[in-house]
């Protein structure tokens, strides 16, 4: 009931904030490489302000890059994203908590920023009224979702589709979920009036040719780690490394860690079994960003996919084995393993 009150005291907080502007640009950012979850909460919000102040211009900011499974999602639900004539008033950070996966120059021009996610992060200076993050929400769309709810906001079938995808999306099929992400897909499937297998082949899609070569070379260049009767695995791919970090865990590995170079930066992606993750209470996302600010960068995430970046050239296998190491040092901490194990390659 704590973390309910809380959410909806946050939402009555940003609600009052847009309703009292009588004029305002207002861009909604999501995450680059965007997933199901961020586009959906993206066009969601953006219908939410329409409906609470029309007096505002509410604009969807296209990500870059975006994948074309993404892209093949929002042309089967017919989003369209708006281009900005000039720098907004207002910025909206959905599903994305940490600049580091925010590149967008403008941004740093922008004074007053709101953000609604469901990761932890902390590198992003606003207003604490105006920030909305419930990590035990199992998606950016579930938080959303609460907007409309709240304010009695009535929902159109196909958004109502959507945010159902984008919630089904992010708890990986409910693999991983929550009593109310089951709650607010059941109310919002019934909204749509779809059934549960249409709502999956919105989300579906077959991989592209460059991802499945991608998960295939991070599994090709993987190094194993065995510490007890647990298996670690790191590798390195040029793009799709979230992807790919998930593809070593469905091969058999507990914790997975894929670096990749994305030109200005290096991005490193984790990935965890749910069954590792109740064995030992790991939480990736409290990982991630340690490790990446050590190496001056930021990250965040879930307990099981959480990722960070960095750009320190010269240091990809240093983040690689600091991860590790952090691991193991959870791990000792636990007393999962004694203090005297160390990883041992295979």
Same mark, same amino acid.
């Given at each position: 009931?704590?973390?309910v009150?809380?959410?909806?005291?946050?939402i009555d907080?940003i609600?009052?904030f847009f309703?009292?502007?009588k004029? %305002?640009?207002? @861009?909604?950012y +999501?995450?680059?490489?965007?997933d199901i979850?961020?586009? $959906?909460s993206?066009? =969601? #919000?953006?219908y939410?302000l329409?409906?609470?102040?029309?007096?505002l211009k509410?604009c969807?900011?296209?990500?870059h890059?975006?994948h074309p499974?993404?892209?093949?999602?929002?042309?089967k639900?017919d989003?369209n994203f708006?281009?900005l004539?000039?720098?907004p008033?207002?910025a909206?950070?959905?599903?994305?908590s940490?600049?580091?996966l925010?590149?967008y120059p403008e941004?740093?021009e922008?004074?007053?920023?709101?953000?609604i996610?469901?990761?932890s992060?902390?590198d992003?200076?606003t207003?604490?009224s105006l920030?909305?993050?419930?990590?035990?929400?199992?998606?950016c769309?579930?938080?959303?979702y609460n907007?409309?709810?709240?304010?009695?906001?009535a929902?159109p079938?196909?958004?109502? %589709?959507?945010? @159902?995808?984008? +919630?089904?999306a992010d708890?990986?099929?409910?693999?991983v $979920?929550?009593?109310? =992400? #089951?709650k607010?897909?059941a109310?919002l499937?019934?909204i749509s009036?779809?059934?549960?297998v249409?709502?999956?082949?919105?989300i579906?899609?077959?991989?592209?040719?460059?991802?499945k070569i991608?998960?295939?070379?991070?599994?090709?260049?993987?190094?194993?780690?065995k510490?007890?009767?647990f298996?670690?695995a790191?590798s390195y791919?040029?793009?799709?490394?979230?992807?790919?970090?998930?593809a070593?865990?469905?091969?058999g590995?507990?914790v997975?860690f894929v670096?990749?170079?994305?030109?200005?930066?290096?991005?490193?992606?984790?990935?965890?079994?749910s069954?590792?993750?109740?064995k030992?209470?790991l939480?990736l996302g409290?990982?991630?960003?340690?490790v990446?600010?050590k190496?001056?960068?930021t990250g965040g995430?879930?307990p099981?996919?959480?990722?960070?970046s960095?750009?320190?050239?010269?240091?990809e296998?240093q983040a690689l084995?600091?991860?590790?190491?952090?691991?193991l040092?959870?791990?000792?901490?636990?007393?999962?393993?004694k203090?005297?194990?160390?990883?041992?390659i295979h």
């Open positions: 009931m704590v973390r009150k809380k959410q909806q005291n946050k907080s609600v009052d309703k009292k502007k004029s %305002a640009t207002v @861009a909604l +999501i995450h680059e490489s965007p979850d961020a586009i $959906s993206q066009f =969601a #919000f953006k939410f329409g409906k609470i102040n029309p007096k509410v969807a900011v296209k990500p890059p975006i499974s993404v892209k093949a999602y929002s042309r639900l989003f708006d281009k004539s000039k720098n008033d207002i909206v950070l959905l599903d994305a940490t600049m580091s925010l590149p941004l740093e922008i004074e007053t920023k709101v953000i996610d469901h990761h992060g902390d992003i200076k207003d604490s920030s909305l993050i419930d990590t035990d929400a199992i998606s769309t579930e938080i959303v907007f409309f709810k709240k304010y009695e906001i929902i079938q196909n958004l109502a %589709a959507a945010m @159902a995808a984008g +919630i089904i708890s990986a099929r409910f693999h $979920s929550t009593p109310d =992400a #089951f607010a897909i109310e499937q019934e009036k779809k059934k549960y249409d709502l999956i082949h919105l579906s899609s077959e991989p592209d040719l460059s991802r991608a998960q295939l070379k991070a599994a090709q260049r993987l190094k194993m780690y510490v007890d009767d298996l670690f790191t791919v040029g793009a799709f490394e979230s992807n790919s970090a998930s070593l865990v469905y091969l590995a507990d997975s670096l990749s170079d994305n030109k200005d930066s290096f991005v490193v992606s984790s990935r965890a079994s069954a590792f993750i109740s030992t209470g939480d409290k990982l991630m960003g340690t990446g600010m190496l001056g960068g995430g879930h099981g996919a959480a990722a960070f960095f750009h320190d050239g010269g240091k296998q084995q600091m991860c590790l190491d952090e691991l040092n959870f791990l000792k901490q636990r007393k999962i393993v203090k005297e194990q160390t990883l041992h």
